[in-house]
């Protein structure tokens, strides 16, 4: 059992969770990730590190409720338990000699972008980071970043409610085109790595995005994560989570995505009127 | 055996066989000659002294029985169930010749659930040692390392098992269906294991919680047996392949058993289940999905393989249970394709093969008859055409050595080019049987007492 610490609400639909984990803690690093179930019952599902301490034994990871199992995390509070949280998953992000570089967060991605652009910062990359989202409400770590020795922090809302009204490609295009960033990390929604990834393309600019397949075992022991990246098959778990954005094919990533919609969709609204009741 | 009726259990994960009565075992074991010379014996790969733990039968003393058969090997519920008898203990009776072998493997099954009947502490255990004050890291709780943590814990060794998975059993628990080898047998026998001071931590990946050289290190253990077993699902390297619908084995199992995916949305984790499902491949992992898929309530399930029964290396047991429940063999057909509509799968394209000349593994080798393509329609295509090494904890011990395949080096008590770390199962075998894995585990856990002894 791995108990949780605290918890926050950072938006109407996004929560951060901070598990004891000493064994995980000590040894995770930016980019990777951990894979938890939450009880017996449930499903092994696979998020991002978004802060961690080896000192303190703990780590942190930011989640949207979008479907059954992140609603049950939603309902999980300090003195509660996580029943598995395996880790660290994944090959740590590319950090360091990378030079300028532009971290583009979206959405949730940006509980990702954080340790990533810290990491990069820390090893003596020049980091630009575009925060993105649909509006005020839904942006999260804002406070965190301006915290970190960034160059830039660019925000940007769809509506126009915080920072630039724009979608994170238009300043990530205005750096391409002033020659001002060496390579680009893209974390957020597949359909925005993908324009992201269309962005660069154009300048040349290098660029890599962690990609969110769905995982099993998150061990490369079962194949549900594979991503076509060039003319490879690559399994999201043990190669990546960190691709070539220029080489993957996001149509094949975003169809695969789905192919639970239907049932998690029935599962997640079963699940939320009994819960309903059972919170009141 | 009293098997369940087909017709019922292709859409049941209850057990198929129902195992001997009493009466019987009885009748069964009364077959065996009590032969001077046993060459049954040679024919199991563990040596379990077959004849004796069959004279327990027919004296009526199950305990010795059990005893005799504990000594060998530590899951005899499962290996009754699973190993491939008909090559080897089996294949080795006197009365084979005759063309009736004592069913040495269901007499084994029989014991090995009298006893896992029993409660806990009137259940069979071997003598436990003196402890000997040295830790022993197992990774891996699959056959090969469940096996050597029992002989370890028996030589008085302190042994912690480090499992990857949320629960212990390896390819028992998430490979093998509850319809061959119900999960509840896993569970007692890693019971028992516990019971015997075996220590099993789950949620740990070595290699990422911890490497093998900090397990020898800072945490302490003397010894290290890698038991990880194989990895990563092979697949065909087609166009089509990442289509919706398309499943690796490996996946498709670990979903509906270990994830208990038939029991959605009671258990969270969904598997698409298909209407028309074609599976490649001719082993057991292919049956396997195969009579799970029907489970799963599908229509036609096709079993899509390039050579002909023949060459099938499936059990047989398993064959004709696929065939029974109704699985249609499609024989001498290779894949070529994948084809799909708006990201799903709607068919498979295959092309027509004969039997040519013998090949380096002595069956005849398949070629393709030109021009002869054809489509079975699918909305699901499980490939099961085995896997290779899990290159995870390899990466993280970059001084043990490998093979050109990614497999660990292991000598024939399991050494591996590191001081003080064995292997044994199918990391070092490539996928084999369970009780190889376990006599390699077993075997390992021997060569490590004497290493332990030696390094003093
Ligand atoms: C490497 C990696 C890192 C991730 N990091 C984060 C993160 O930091 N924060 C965050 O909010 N989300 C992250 N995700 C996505 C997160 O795993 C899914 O949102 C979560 O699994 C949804 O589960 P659910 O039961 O609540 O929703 P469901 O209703 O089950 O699913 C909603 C959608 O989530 C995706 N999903 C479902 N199950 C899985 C699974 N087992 N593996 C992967 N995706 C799945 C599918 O696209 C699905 O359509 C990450 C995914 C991956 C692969
Ligand atoms: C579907 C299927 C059906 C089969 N049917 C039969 C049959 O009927 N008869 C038969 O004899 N054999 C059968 N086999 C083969 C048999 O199951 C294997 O040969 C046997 O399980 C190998 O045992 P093992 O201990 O080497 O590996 P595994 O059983 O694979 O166990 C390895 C364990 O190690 C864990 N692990 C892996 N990496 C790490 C790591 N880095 N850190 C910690 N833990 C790790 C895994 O999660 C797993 O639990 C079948 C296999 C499959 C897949
Ligand atoms: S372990 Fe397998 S091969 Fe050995 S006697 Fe039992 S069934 Fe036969
Ligand atoms: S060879 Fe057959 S008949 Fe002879 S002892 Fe063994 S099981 Fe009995
Ligand atoms: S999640 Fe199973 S192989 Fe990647």
């Known amino acids: 059992m791995f108990p949780i610490i605290a918890t926050r609400q950072l938006s109407e639909s996004v929560f951060e969770t901070t598990v004891s984990a000493p064994a995980i803690a000590a040894k995770v690093r930016a980019g990777q990730f951990l894979i938890l179930r939450v009880d017996?019952?449930?499903?092994?599902?696979?998020?991002?590190?978004?802060?961690?301490?080896?000192?303190?034994?703990?780590?942190?990871?930011?989640?949207?409720?979008?479907?059954?199992?992140?609603?049950?995390?939603?309902?999980?509070?300090?003195g509660d338990a996580l029943l598995d949280v395996v880790g660290p998953l994944g090959k740590p992000t590319h950090v360091g000699g990378l030079g300028r570089v532009a971290v583009v967060g979206g959405g949730v991605g940006a509980a990702v972008a954080y340790p990533v652009a810290r990491?990069?910062?820390?090893?003596?990359?020049?980091?630009?980071?575009?925060?993105?989202?649909?509006?005020?409400?839904?942006?999260?770590?804002?406070?965190?970043?301006?915290a970190l020795p960034l160059k830039e922090l660019v925000v940007c809302t769809d509506d126009g409610s915080a920072g630039r009204k724009d979608l994170v490609t238009a300043p990530l295009k205005e750096l391409c085109e002033a020659g001002a960033i060496d390579h680009a990390m893209a974390i957020g929604?597949?359909?925005?790595?993908?324009?992201?990834?269309?962005?660069?393309?154009?300048?040349?600019?290098?660029?890599?995005?962690?990609?969110?397949?769905?995982?099993?075992?998150?061990?490369?022991?079962?194949?549900?994560?594979?991503?076509?990246?060039?003319?490879?098959?690559?399994?999201?778990?043990?190669?990546?989570?960190?691709?070539d954005g220029h080489l993957v094919d996001f149509e094949e990533l975003m169809s695969r995505q789905r192919v639970y919609a239907d049932v998690e969709r029935e599962a997640a609204a079963d699940f939320e009127s009994e819960c309903a009741c059972r919170i009141k | 055996?009293?098997?369940?009726?087909?017709?019922?259990?292709?859409?049941?994960?209850?057990?198929?066989?129902?195992?001997?009565?009493?009466?019987?075992?009885?009748?069964?074991?009364?077959?065996?000659?009590?032969?001077?010379?046993?060459?049954?014996?040679?024919?199991?790969p563990v040596?379990?002294?077959?004849?004796?733990?069959?004279?327990?039968?027919?004296?009526?003393?199950a305990k010795r029985g059990v005893e005799v058969l504990k000594a060998r090997n530590a899951l005899p519920s499962a290996c009754g169930r699973v190993c491939p008898q008909e090559e080897q203990c089996e294949a080795a009776c006197v009365l084979a010749r005759k063309g009736d072998?004592?069913?040495?493997?269901?007499?084994?099954?029989?014991?090995?659930?009298?006893?896992?009947?029993?409660?806990?502490?009137?259940?069979?255990?071997?003598?436990?040692?003196?402890?000997?004050?040295?830790?022993?890291?197992?990774?891996?709780?699959?056959?090969?390392?469940l096996a050597c943590a029992g002989e370890l814990a028996r030589l008085g060794h302190a042994v912690t098992v480090f499992e990857s998975l949320h629960a212990a059993g390896g390819?028992?628990?998430?490979?093998?269906?509850?319809?061959?080898?119900?999960?509840?047998?896993?569970?007692?026998?890693?019971?028992?294991?516990?019971?015997?001071?075996?220590?099993?931590?789950?949620?740990?990946?070595?290699?990422?919680?911890?490497?093998?050289?900090?397990?020898?290190?800072?945490?302490?253990?003397?010894?290290?047996?890698?038991?990880?077993?194989?990895?990563?699902?092979l697949f065909l390297g087609i166009p089509g392949e990442n289509l919706n619908g398309v499943y690796s084995a490996n996946e498709f199992l670990t979903r509906v058993n270990l994830m208990k995916a038939y029991d959605f949305p009671r258990h969270d984790t969904p598997v698409w289940r298909g209407r028309k499902v074609a599976v490649v491949g001719g082993g057991n992992v292919?049956?396997?999905?195969?009579?799970?898929?029907?489970?799963?309530?599908?229509d036609e399930v096709f079993l899509v393989y390039r050579r002909t029964e023949e060459e099938m290396p499936a059990r047989k047991e398993e064959v004709h249970h696929a065939r029974e429940e109704g699985v249609e063999f499609k024989m001498l057909c290779s894949p070529v394709e994948i084809v799909g509509r708006d990201g799903w799968v709607t068919g498979m394209v295959a092309t027509r093969m004969e039997l040519g000349e013998p090949d380096a593994s002595g069956r005849r080798a398949p070629v393709c008859v030109l021009d002869s393509d054809f489509v079975i329609e699918c909305d699901t295509v499980i490939i099961a055409l085995g896997t290779r090494a899990n290159p995870l904890l390899t990466n993280a011990a970059p001084d043990v050595e490998l093979n050109s395949r990614g497999y660990i080096v292991a000598g024939p008590d399991g050494e591996t080019s590191k001081p003080g770390v064995f292997a044994g199962g199918d990391i070092v075998t490539g996928s084999a049987t369970v009780i190889l894995a376990m006599g390699a585990g077993k075997k390992a856990a021997r060569a490590i007492d004497e290493w332990l002894a030696g390094s003093a």
């Open chain 2, 171 to 233: 390819v028992l628990l998430y490979g093998i269906p509850e319809f061959r080898l119900p999960k509840e047998i896993v569970a007692a026998e890693v019971e028992m294991l516990v019971e015997m001071g075996v220590e099993i931590v789950t949620d740990v990946v070595i290699g990422a919680t911890h490497t093998v050289d900090e397990l020898m290190g800072e945490q302490g253990f003397h010894a290290v047996f890698v038991g990880s077993g194989a990895g990563l699902p």
């Open chain 1, 119 to 146: 990491a990069m910062a820390a090893a003596g990359d020049e980091v630009t980071v575009i925060l993105g989202a649909r509006n005020r409400e839904l942006l999260i770590l804002e406070d965190e970043f301006r």
């Open chain 2, 286 to 298: 292919a049956m396997d999905a195969a009579r799970t898929a029907l489970r799963l309530g599908a």
């Open chain 1, 40 to 78: 017996e019952a449930g499903e092994r599902i696979p998020l991002t590190f978004s802060d961690w301490s080896s000192d303190e034994g703990w780590v942190r990871f930011i989640f949207m409720r979008v479907g059954k199992t992140t609603h049950k995390l939603s309902h999980l509070a300090a």
């Open chain 2, 1 to 44: 055996m009293r098997e369940r009726d087909a017709k019922q259990r292709a859409k049941s994960f209850d057990e198929v066989n129902l195992g001997y009565s009493d009466e019987e075992a009885h009748a069964e074991a009364m077959r065996c000659l009590q032969c001077a010379n046993p060459t049954c014996i040679e024919g199991c």
């Open chain 2, 47 to 61: 040596n379990i002294d077959i004849k004796s733990f069959i004279a327990g039968i027919i004296e009526g003393d």
């Open chain 1, 189 to 243: 929604p597949a359909i925005m790595m993908k324009f992201c990834a269309a962005t660069t393309r154009d300048f040349a600019v290098p660029t890599t995005v962690s990609l969110n397949p769905i995982m099993v075992d998150g061990t490369g022991m079962c194949g549900a994560c594979r991503v076509s990246v060039g003319a490879k098959t690559l399994f999201g778990c043990v190669d990546g989570p960190d691709f």
């Open chain 2, 101 to 145: 072998p004592v069913a040495i493997g269901r007499l084994e099954r029989y014991l090995g659930d009298l006893d896992l009947a029993c409660d806990l502490e009137h259940r069979c255990r071997p003598d436990i040692g003196a402890p000997t004050g040295r830790r022993v890291a197992v990774v891996g709780a699959g056959p090969a390392g």
